[in-house]
T-cell receptor, first 114, second 118 residues
Framework: AQKVTQAQTEISVVEKEDVTLDCVYETRDTTYYLFWYKQPPSGELVFLIRRNSFDEQNEISGRYSWNFQKSTSSFNFTITASQVVDSAVYFCALSEGRDDKIIFGKGTRLHILP | DVKVTQSSRYLVKRTGEKVFLECVQDMDHENMFWYRQDPGLGLRLIYFSYDVKMKEKGDIPEGYSVSREKKERFSLILESASTNQTSMYLC?????????????????FGDGTRLSIL
């Protein structure tokens, strides 16, 4: 069965610190997709990244970076030089094969303190 | 940009009422989804639809039904609202998977409807 675990329920860091959000997944499929979404206080989930299981190359987008490691079934998300606007709930998610359904983790609430 | 619009941000209804939550997307997406979000439980899939007049049960369909008469519109129906259905409801849409590796398109979400059942 597929499963996504975000062990960190809530994290608080001071502005400008780096922070890593952990995501561990379980799947029996060899083809799968991993996602990260951001949910700011306004409520709308915003898509951040999609990664397929055949591409383990890490990705950087501005202050955001993602570390995908199949050996540990992890897809961690790092925010560098955090800002108050990064405060949100972040969800990691998994989709198997050609299934359009996405299984979400329970989310990590990130507080960036000024 | 994809726009997914949910008809209400906040809604208050009474126990036993029939409640309709509406969702419209403007990108001609084939797939549409309804989730509920509760503290500590994350997002849970209620129903989804791959096409007009098609529907599939998600993980928690009990007490809900859906309607998709037009491609752009996906309605969630609480047949007889109960207090345990007080929640944040999120609608999402995605395009159909293509061929090759880059299928499983990301879902695009509306702003959510915070529903309170009294």
């Amino acid at each position: 069965a597929q499963k996504v675990t975000q062990a960190q329920t809530e994290i608080s860091v001071v502005e400008k610190e780096d922070v890593t959000l952990d995501c561990v997944y379980e799947t029996r499929d060899t083809t799968y997709y991993l996602f990260w979404y951001k949910q700011p206080p306004s409520g709308e989930l915003v898509f951040l990244i999609r990664r397929n299981s055949f591409d383990e190359q890490n990705e950087i987008s501005g202050r955001y970076s993602w570390n995908f490691q199949k050996s540990t079934s992890s897809f961690n998300f790092t925010i560098t030089a955090s800002q108050v606007v990064d405060s949100a709930v972040y969800f990691c998610a998994l989709s198997e094969g050609r299934d359009d359904k996405i299984i979400f983790g329970k989310g990590t609430r990130l507080h960036i303190l000024p | 940009d994809v726009k997914v619009t949910q008809s209400s941000r906040y809604l208050v209804k009474r126990t036993g009422e029939k409640v309709f939550l509406e969702c419209v997307q403007d990108m001609d997406h084939e797939n549409m989804f309804w989730y509920r979000q509760d503290p500590g439980l994350g997002l849970r899939l209620i129903y989804f639809s791959y096409d007009v007049k098609m529907k599939e049960k998600g993980d928690i369909p009990e007490g809900y039904s859906v309607s998709r008469e037009k491609k752009e519109r996906f309605s969630l129906i609480l047949e007889s609202a109960s207090t345990n259905q007080t929640s944040m409801y999120l609608c999402a849409s995605s395009s159909i998977p293509g061929t090759g590796l880059y299928s499983n398109q990301p879902q695009h979400f509306g702003d959510g409807t915070r529903l309170s059942i009294l």
